[in-house]
């Protein structure tokens, strides 16, 4: 069965400092992958999504993905983060192309301290 | 990025009442979700639709039901609330291939 497993359940850093926030995957198909935000009382942002190409994608707001077929992995990152990036991050990974659901990981609850 | 509406946002009710949940899209997307998320923890998939007069039933039971008479409009409804359905509830819709969209969420406390 495909899965989404994200390393991390919680991570703490100080303003300023780089982050990773790790994601694999199993599937022995092609995938589109996703990363999502949520903030308190809200729903899902998109952050960004790897559907073909370059390897590497980047949001609006500083965080990248990079797209690692032989590692399964789609991990995020940001070289400084701000406090306001302080939120929950869940990857998630559409199996089949077009018509596949989303399978999302647990979450990883970033948390960013002054 | 879709334009996609949920209503009420916060609802307490009490044990038996029926309740619906509204969600609204006017992006024209065809697929539509449903999910359940307790808080700070991850997303269940409940149901989905590919289009009109489609339902399917995702990954976690749920004793909600729901209905797509229009392609806009994908509301889920519970005849019975319980208070084990206390929880938030997530619609998204996505175009036939590429990213879903997520509302606001509607936060269900069953008393």
């Known amino acids: 069965a495909q899965s989404v497993t994200q390393l991390d359940s919680q991570v703490p850093v100080f303003e300023e400092a780089p982050v990773e926030l790790r994601c694999n995957y199993s599937?022995?198909?092609?995938?589109?992958l996703f990363w999502y935000v949520q903030y308190p009382n809200q729903g899902l942002q998109l952050l960004l999504k790897?559907?073909?190409?370059?390897?590497l994608v980047k949001s609006i707001n500083g965080f990248e993905a990079e797209f690692n077929k032989s590692q399964t992995s789609f991990h995020l990152r940001k070289p400084s983060v701000h406090i306001s990036d302080t939120a929950e991050y869940f990857c998630?990974?559409?199996?089949?192309?077009?018509?596949?659901?989303?399978?999302f990981g647990k979450g990883t609850k970033l948390s960013v301290k002054p | 990025e879709a334009d996609i509406y949920q209503t009420p946002r916060y609802l307490v009710i009490g044990t038996g009442k029926k309740i619906t949940l509204e969600c609204s899209q006017t992006?024209?997307?065809?697929?539509m979700y449903w999910y359940q998320q307790d808080p700070g923890m991850e997303l269940h998939l409940i149901h989905y639709?590919?289009?009109?007069?489609?339902?399917e039933k995702g990954d976690l039971s749920s004793e909600s039901t729901v209905s797509r008479i229009r392609t806009e409009h994908f509301p889920l409804t519970l005849e019975s609330a319980r208070p084990s359905h206390t929880s938030q509830y997530l619609c998204a819709s996505s175009p036939r291939a590429g990213a879903q969209y997520f509302g606001p969420g509607t936060r269900l406390l069953v008393l």
């Open positions: 790897y559907l073909s190409g370059s390897t």
């Open positions: 992006m024209g997307h065809d697929k």
């Open positions: 998630a990974v559409s199996l089949g192309g077009s018509q596949g659901n989303l399978i």
């Open positions: 639709s590919y289009g009109v007069n489609s339902t």
């Open positions: 599937s022995s198909v092609s995938v589109y």
